[in-house]
């Protein structure tokens, strides 16, 4: 029987070519992209869930109160873990800190620029499960002159992993490192990433290694399996008295330390972070989109289905009439769905295959889950038996439930239900393509007026060198001289921090307020105001001319000045100081206008602007129309002044590539997504039309002879099937302003949602409608009357 019901559901499928190939082209395209997105939310989901203990590590979090508001940052000092472990024995098993570094790595002649350089505590392997090929874990960096690489890393200085062991390489030119272990690359589904991990011995008589008020270093623990992590924090408030409680109340701060697990990192909204972090509402928002578009393609088979089911009535009768059940006949039409969905699944499959490359660069790394692993095939199926049976059920118990006798005398008609319900169903699918659209639409114009916006600053021809080895900082101020002696140089200053970057947060006693006030904080040199452009507003700029303005001037900003309880003018004379970092108070000698140094996600915050030294950026502004020679001078500058080291620089004006990279990818993911629906909304809207035309084709060649037009013909075919596509549109406006309104709200600074995107989606979807179904029209109204009556 199950053999009989193959044959039967093979036949059908290859005896109507055109309705299969709609039906399994919407729902390979369908199943591919939950395939995808599957692969997504799996890789997501499983952060850091490799680690053996992962259930009982957390990581040390500093919490604090900016302007009425509770943040978190994950940043502590070297102190922390030796204290936690000392006053929570039995508590606390492990504690390992973590540092993130990038350095001068040498090998014989060869020099390479290390970025993801780890610096960690010698239990590191212990505490995280990061497999080694070579080496002990317990003691691999026992030594502090020793030194773990990743598999590829190692490969890429010696050639293979096994001749890399017990080789040396220098760091920073001056620290020998013998390899005594090879790592595994780091999976994409892990929150830290490395390729080479150094011993933080090396380091141990740094001031942040020393100083509890410093930060900079990640803390993780692993509580024994009896502490829960509230019965920990319970107890930190007494930890933070007895090693900040005095520099607390000194400095003004009020630090807590909580806990968060392993497993939470990913998806925690930490500050001033450089691990990966994920978003779960963007997970979320894919998941819905593979639905979405599932649900489209599921629509179509649907659709196709009842519509053909005139044309197989009489094999329904004759079944029937020779004894067939209608269990029997549910199940063989079910089957012949789960058919059909089987072959799609076979070609998604092997399209999955094709894109993945492209799929892996576009989401910016490589996903840690195969898409040949074991959960890619119980997805598929799953995919087969759930929208086999969801798709194929509902025209099975319709064909199934024709009258034997209406059908095989020929008089079987499909009641206006069954119309109605193809229309809902159309409606659906255009709601859903509409509605992605939209989506498309905005997030494009948020992302071009965010490009596209005055920040307050000149973001041009302006270049950003970092400051991040030895010999560039022992000799900035050489190089920041020399190039300014450059007639390609406009102006060079040097910085804590470039806009789009990193700005310290520091407290403030204020003339005339009795509490501490926070403040965003620059340290920059004299030409800070110059190179970026910025504008003074009242007062006047800091200057060399005046020899106590290192150290007895700030400028501030004219959000500062207004959270300072001054106007611009009044804020001039007024004094300031930051409580950790000035030992005197500083009069504020100037006031800029506000310009966006932070993301535009958020408001313009206070910005003091500190002659103080803390330099970790050189900004270089070129002259208009020299940036290929300018850029020669500083190469060739900075060769001289840091040798060996190679110049890694970027312009100001592509920090915004870095600053919404993640609105970018969610960006041109929704389009394909967009396009994707409304290709296979398209493809059922074509079958019906297919329809329509072949079931009216009498008609058509009666109304011509009787001296209809084509453009008449046309117009009467595509009217009926563009109704659900206008009521799809209306349905979907509403649900699209709503949902693009709340995406935005993430932004401070945010374009409108005017009624001209609506206008567009509609008319974007409209004409594609109208152009699918005018291709079925066209040739239906222009077929020779003659073949459409001669069988009358």
Request: proline share 3%; hydrophobic share 45%.
């Amino acid at each position: 029987m199950l053999r009989n019901y193959f044959k039967s559901a093979w036949r059908n499928l290859t005896k109507n070519k055109a309705f299969s190939l709609i039906n399994i082209l919407g729902l390979t395209i369908g199943i591919t992209v939950c395939m995808m997105i599957f692969l997504f939310i799996m890789n997501e989901f499983s952060m850091d869930n490799f680690h053996k203990n992962s259930d009982h590590i957390y990581r040390v979090m500093r919490d604090f109160k900016h302007d009425g508001k509770s943040s978190s940052v994950a940043y502590l000092s070297g102190p922390y873990a030796p204290a936690l472990l000392n006053d929570y024995k039995g508590e606390i098993k492990k504690a390992v800190r973590a540092i993130q570094n990038d350095n001068l790595v040498t090998v014989g002649e060869r020099a390479f620029h290390e970025k993801k350089v780890l610096d960690v505590d010698t239990g590191f392997f212990d505490l995280f499960t990061f497999p080694l090929i070579y080496g002990n874990s317990s003691d691999v960096l026992k030594n502090p002159a020793s030194v773990v690489l990743t598999e590829t890393t190692a490969k890429k200085y010696f050639g293979s992993a096994r001749d890399a062991m017990g080789k040396v390489i220098t760091l920073d030119k001056k620290l020998p490192l013998k390899v005594t272990g090879i790592a595994r690359d780091v999976p994409s589904n892990s929150h830290l990433t490395f390729d080479m991990i150094v011993p933080l011995d090396n380091y141990k008589d740094e001031q942040i290694m020393n100083r509890w008020l410093s930060n900079g270093l990640y803390t993780y623990i692993e509580l024994d399996a009896h502490t829960t992590q509230a019965q920990l924090e319970k107890q930190f408030p007494a930890f933070m008295e007895k090693y900040m409680g005095s520099d607390m109340r000194k400095y003004g701060f009020d630090f807590s330390l909580s806990l968060t697990p392993l497993k939470d990192i990913y998806f925690e909204n930490s500050a001033f972070d450089g691990v990966r972090h994920g978003d779960k509402t963007v997970v979320y928002i894919f998941l819905s989109i593979a639905v979405l578009i599932l649900l489209i393609a599921c629509i179509n088979f649907m659709n196709l289905s009842t519509i053909r089911a005139v044309d197989r009535s009489k094999e329904v009768g004759l079944r029937k009439v020779l004894g067939a059940l209608r269990k029997s006949l549910i199940w063989q039409f079910i089957g012949e769905s789960v058919l059909l969905v089987t072959i799609s699944c076979a070609i998604a499959v092997a399209l999955l295959a094709l894109v993945m490359p492209w799929y892996n660069q576009l989401l910016g790394y490589t996903l840690a889950v195969s898409w040949t692993s074991w959960p890619i095939w119980l997805f598929l199926a799953g995919a087969i038996v759930v929208v086999g049976l969801l798709a194929g059920s509902y025209p099975a118990f319709v064909l199934s439930g024709f009258s034997p006798v209406q059908a095989l005398k020929g008089k079987l008609k499909m009641g206006k239900g069954g119309a109605t319900l193809r229309q809902v169903l159309v409606v659906v699918q255009f709601s859903i393509s509409v509605f992605l659209i939209v989506g498309t639409i905005v997030i494009t114009r948020q992302m071009n007026y965010v490009k596209n916006k005055q920040l307050g600053y000149n973001k041009e021809q302006t270049l950003i060198v970092p400051i991040d080895n030895q010999d560039i900082f022992k000799n900035m101020n050489s190089f920041k001289t020399d190039l300014q002696n450059q007639s390609g140089i406009q102006s060079v200053s040097l910085m804590s921090g470039a806009p789009g970057g990193f700005f310290d947060m520091y407290t403030f006693d204020v003339e005339g307020h009795s509490e501490k006030i926070n403040a965003n904080t620059e340290f920059a040199d004299f030409e800070f105001v110059n190179t970026l452009g910025l504008k003074i507003i009242a007062g006047r700029d800091l200057s060399s001319q005046f020899p106590t303005d290192s150290t007895d001037a700030v400028l501030i900003n004219k959000t500062a000045a207004a959270k300072f309880g001054w106007t611009p003018d009044q804020a001039i004379g007024k004094w300031i100081q930051n409580t950790t970092r000035d030992s005197a108070r500083r009069y504020v000698v100037g006031v800029v206008a506000d310009f966006n140094f932070q993301s535009l996600k958020e408001n313009i915050n206070a910005l003091v602007i500190s002659p103080a030294t803390d330099r970790r950026v050189i900004v270089v502004k070129l002259r208009p129309g020299e940036i290929q020679s300018g850029l020669s001078i500083v190469k060739k500058e900075y060769a001289e002044a840091a040798p060996g080291y190679p110049l890694e620089y970027k312009f100001l004006d592509n920090q915004f590539d870095e600053m919404y990279k993640k609105d970018i990818r969610q960006q041109t993911i929704l389009s394909v997504f967009a396009i994707l629906a409304i290709i296979v909304a398209c493809l059922g809207l074509f079958g019906l039309a297919s329809f329509s035309a072949t079931k009216r084709f009498k008609e058509i060649g009666v109304r011509k002879v009787l001296g209809s037009s084509v453009q008449g013909i046309v117009l009467l075919l595509t009217q009926d099937l563009l109704k659900p596509v206008i009521i799809a549109t209306c349905i979907a406006m509403p649900v699209g302003y709503w949902a693009m309104n709340k995406w935005l709200q993430s932004f401070a600074y945010k374009t409108s949602v005017n009624g001209w995107v609506f206008v567009s989606a509609a008319l974007i979807t409209f004409l594609i409608a109208l152009l699918t179904v005018s291709l079925k029209a066209v040739q239906a109204a222009r077929a020779n009357p003659v073949k459409c009556l001669r069988t009358e």
